[in-house]
Nanobody
């Protein structure tokens, strides 16, 4: 059974940092690319960052370039999203995503950036 479980969200002040984790199970994590998406209040879900299976190539949305870093530890079947210099507009539910024969989503973790 494929599972993606996000953790690490919370309330943080503007300028602060959070690190999200995505624990994967039920499939060969090391063979699959993974991505982070987010959906803010009243907004559509959008791609934040993606990383290839070996971690060698990453891609970021323009809005987070230079502030967020995606990474993975294939030995731990876990992906990460380090978020620095957070802004109120980063407030959203953050989702982990992996595509096998079809796409799989985690349940999401809430990130709120507010003073």
């Amino acid at each position: 059974q494929v599972q993606l479980v996000e953790s690490g969200g919370g309330l943080v002040q503007p300028g602060g940092s959070l690190r999200l984790s995505c624990a994967a199970s039920g499939f060969a994590f090391s063979r699959r690319a993974m991505s982070w998406y987010r959906q803010g209040p009243g907004k559509e879900r959008e791609l934040v960052a993606e990383i290839t299976s070996d971690g060698g190539t990453t891609n970021y949305a323009d809005s987070v370039k230079g502030r967020f870093t995606i990474s993975r530890d294939n030995a731990k079947n876990t992906g990460y999203l380090q978020m620095n210099s957070l802004k109120p507009e980063d407030t959203a539910v953050y989702y982990c995503y992996a595509r096998l024969l079809r796409g799989y989503w985690g349940v999401g973790t809430q990130v709120t950036v507010s003073s």
